[in-house]
């Protein structure tokens, strides 16, 4: 019983062959899902396509079943398994200038280098400008520091802040999903756009 | 449209199943009471006052000796190269880097073998390795090492060399230039912390 891989007991250089393995199998999903397309991306702002909300939906489900039925057999120890720190302010405006960027750039930060990765230049463009933004918060971050450290919350999950079991929050996300794909699906032929090209 | 529905209603059935699932807490690193005592059975825990001698003789590097009794009793005696660390502050976060690492192997004794029994079980059931106990304590290193008892003329050759390689270390431990107190080398190096387990960064797409 335990981790399926022990991340202490293994050599760092194996430990980043492993990351590097399972990032080249994230990037073929996310270029198999046709997420190297902005306009598959930018349709989930606009309506027309909401692939983008089934493909991530459908892996947090699936990862989420995965862990509670292995949790429930005995196969892995939830108390290490990383859980994201929260941040309340800076997740907020973190989101909001995430988001901002998302639909002017047309990709997201994993996205864009999936996309530069098959030639797109204008995912190298969105690389090169994520860079210069990553550099210019770097030596700005003594000035953001105090919002960025703001009401933390620490490695607060969702079930434990509701006070309600994993498996209850596991089967309400499930419920949730399928009315947004649904609610999806209605706004796909609402806004459909015969202009945009289904091609990559 | 029928996939869909199909598809819909495995997830939901699922999600029912994991939400009536009673929830259960793992632990991979904690061990339960029948772990801990398949541990004390095979007794591969236990370090010999000759074993222990011997790799303090030839300045073994993989050891570590920890003593567990009060800083008093430590600054009256205490074995070359041993820090002290009091039983009571065992779990202090200041000796965490010491008790809870992967790097040497870290010999508890006390005057018999209480308190190192203990400590060791604690550490044991909290996941920590590499923390062993000095067989029968100070009272068998003194009975052993120190004044080692002259075997009688029927036991075998084996217990002659042992009673000689006891009077070489006898002379070591006592003899020219040997100092027994806290004054002696205790230059314990911090050993290499165990990594954490949750430094795993988490990133999005």
Known sequence: MGPIIPLFEISEEINLLIAFLIGIGFGFALEQAGFSSSRKLAGMFYGYDITVLKVFFTAAIVAMLGLLFMNYMGMIDMSIVYVNEYYMASAIIGGVIMGAGFIIGGFCPGTSVCAAAIGKIDAMYFIGGSLIGILIFGQTYPLWEKLYNAQYLGSLKLSDSLGIKDGILGLLVIVAAILMFWLGELAEKRFKREDISKEI | MKARFILSLILVSLGLVAAILPQKKNSSIELDAQQLLNEIQQENHLISTDEMANALINNDPEYQLIDLRSETEYKQYSLPGSINIPFEKLFDAEWAPYIDQIARKNVFYSNGTTLSSEAWMLTKQRGFKN???????????????????????INGEEAINDYEARLGAKQFFTGAGAVNNASANTDAKKPVARKKKKMVAGGCS
Do not use: D, H, M, R
């Open chain 2, 131 to 153: 923390n062993y106990i000095l067989q029968g304590g100070l009272n068998e290193w003194y009975t052993t090492i120190i004044e080692p008892e002259v075997p009688a003329s």
